[in-house]
């Protein structure tokens, strides 16, 4: 029979593995997507960027008061009715997000001028925010059940994938970028 030591430390040592590989790409992308940025945008346009990514941390929040990082507490409660907190907790962000969004649209244009971003990049805010959100709760279910192997490979996806539209979106606009 193994030593039950051994094993934990085991897979331990592949957790590691699979988060530290994941930031180390992810960190990667963002050390060499400076110079294809800042080559391909003003500076203007390129603050404007850093500041949108700013914003979103902060959108991911008041858009959904935060509800859902607590998907990720109540796993470890090992409590019978997971799925349907779980359901609970997805109605209650869906409706905090679509309340607070249609307020924020209301008061889209002073609000944007008040964020100092352009009113077009305002309602990027919207999907990037649920993507985000959808992140987030793919993260609170998997990491508590120890697939650091999917929640490695939905982060590194993710930020590559990001990479690829925006360099996209750059190529198609040619203004207002």
Known sequence: MPD?????????????????GADLATKALGFFSIPVFTRMLTTEEYGIVNVFNSYLAIFLVLLTLNSHASIGRYY?????????????????SSCVFLVVSALFLLVGNSFSISLGIPEKLYIY?????????????????????????????????HTYLMFFF???????????R
């Not at 409660?77 to 109605?91: A, M």
């Open 76 to 92: 470890y409660e090992d409590s019978t009715d997971f799925k349907q907190f779980f359901s609970t907790n997805v109605i209650f």
């Open 4 to 20: 039950l030591s051994d094993k934990k430390r085991r897979t331990t040592l592949i957790h590691f593995r699979n988060y530290l």
């Open 166 to 176: 925006s360099i996209m979106i750059i190529f198609v606009l040619d203004h207002d």
């Open 125 to 157: 805010f919207y999907p990037a925010t649920f993507l985000g959100i959808l992140l987030s709760l793919f993260r609170q279910v998997y990491a508590p059940q120890g697939r650091s192997d999917l929640v490695s490979r939905l982060g590194v996806s």
